[in-house]
C-alpha cells in the first residue's frame, strides 16, 4: 500500500489543485496528466512486492513459550514504537518475526496496536552450512560496534568479545547489551534468520580455559582440528602460517559443525598468546601478505570464510 502522500486519490486532488483540469486541447496537459497515472501504476507495483519488515523479538518479550498458529505476542514498547511510527504500519499489516529460537513466523499486528498474531512458518534460508565463532579482542574506541554490524551481515553466529594483554579498551556494564541490539538490527537488515549471540567481555587467558580442548595439565595437547573437534583457528599477521583460505580447504571444514576464529587487537597478539591458543589446540593462519586494522580483520576473516562455503 502506497503512504498517505503517494496514494492515487490524494495525488489526482493535488495536482488538480496545483495545476487545475486538463484544458481542451492542450497537449502539455494530456501528457503531463498520463505520465503522472504511468508513474503512480509503477510505483503502486513496486510497493506490492517490497519484501516484508523483519522484526527481532527478544526472549524477554515472549510472554508464552510455544510458538504456533494463531499465538498472540506482545510487542514491546520500542518495537511498537518503531513498527507503528517509523514505519507507520497499521492494524492488519503483517512483517516477519523472528525469534530466538532461530524460527521465523509471518505475524500480523492485531487491532490493538500492541500485539501480533502468528500465521505461519517461514522457510528462510539464509544462514551460512556451518556455525562460525569469531572470538575478538576488544579495539579501541567505538570500533567494536561496526565489527559487530559488519561480521552479523556476513553471517557469524557467536561473537565473544575478550581482553587480551594489548587490549586499549576496558568496556562498560552498558557496552554488551548495545552490541546484542547492533546484532540484531544488522540481522533484519540483512534478512537473516539466526541472531548471533554476543557474549560479554572476558579474559582471553579465561577463554582459553573454557574450551572443551584446553589442556591445562602440561600433557601433549590434542592433534589441532582433529579427533571430532570444531576447527580453531589463530589469525597471526607473523610468521608463514598458512593463508586462511588454504588452511579451510586443507582442513574441510564443510564437514564440521562450528568454526572458531580468534582475532587480535591493534598490535596483534603477543608471542605468550599464541603460544597458549596453539597449545589450547588453535592453528594459526594468514589474513594475507597485508597487515590489517582490528576493525577489518573480522570483517576479511568472516568474508573469506562466507566465499569457502557458499562458492
Request: hydrophobic residues 40%; aromatic residues 8%.
Amino acid at each position: 500500500m502506497l503512504p498517505s502522500f503517494l496514494r492515487t486519490d490524494q495525488t489526482a486532488s493535488f495536482w488538480l489543485s496545483s495545476w487545475g483540469k486538463p484544458k481542451d486541447g492542450c497537449v502539455f496537459c494530456v501528457n503531463f496528466d498520463r505520465n503522472v497515472s504511468k508513474w503512480l501504476g509503477i510505483i503502486e507495483g513496486l510497493s506490492a512486492v517490497r519484501p516484508l519488515q523483519r522484526l527481532t523479538i527478544p526472549a524477554q518479550s515472549l510472554n508464552q513459550p510455544a510458538l504456533d498458529v494463531g499465538k498472540i505476542f506482545s510487542l514491546a514498547d520500542e518495537q511498537q514504537h518503531y513498527l507503528l511510527r517509523v514505519l507507520r504500519m497499521r492494524s492488519g499489516d503483517r512483517f516477519l518475526a523472528i525469534f530466538p529460537d532461530s524460527t521465523t513466523w509471518l505475524a500480523q499486528i492485531q487491532p490493538d496496536l500492541v500485539s501480533f498474531e502468528l500465521l505461519e512458518p517461514q522457510a528462510i534460508h539464509s544462514e551460512l552450512p556451518i556455525g562460525i565463532t569469531l572470538v575478538l579482542s576488544l579495539p579501541k574506541g567505538s570500533g567494536f560496534d561496526d565489527v559487530v554490524r559488519q561480521v552479523t551481515e556476513l553471517g557469524v553466529t557467536r561473537i565473544i568479545p575478550v581482553i587480551s594483554d594489548r587490549t586499549v579498551l576496558k568496556p562498560s556494564a552498558n557496552r554488551h547489551d548495545r552490541w546484542q541490539r547492533i546484532a540484531a538490527e544488522a540481522t533484519e537488515q540483512s534478512e537473516r534468520s539466526v541472531t548471533p549471540i554476543v557474549e560479554a567481555p572476558l579474559g582471553f587467558d579465561q577463554y582459553l580455559k573454557s574450551l572443551s580442548i584446553s589442556n591445562p595439565t602440561g600433557d601433549p595437547p590434542p592433534t589441532p582440528n582433529s579427533g571430532g573437534f570444531d576447527h580453531h583457528y589463530l589469525c597471526w599477521g607473523r610468521g608463514d602460517s598458512l593463508h586462511l583460505l588454504a588452511q579451510l580447504r586443507q582442513d574441510s571444514v564443510s564437514s564440521v559443525q562450528n568454526v572458531t576464529i580468534a582475532i587480535g587487537p591493534e598490535g596483534g597478539w603477543t608471542d605468550g598468546e599464541v603460544d597458549r591458543a596453539i597449545k589450547a589446540g588453535f592453528v594459526t593462519v594468514s589474513l594475507g601478505k597485508r597487515i590489517l586494522r582490528a576493525i577489518t580483520a573480522p570483517a576479511a576473516a568472516m568474508a573469506i570464510v562466507g566465499a569457502f562455503l557458499e562458492a
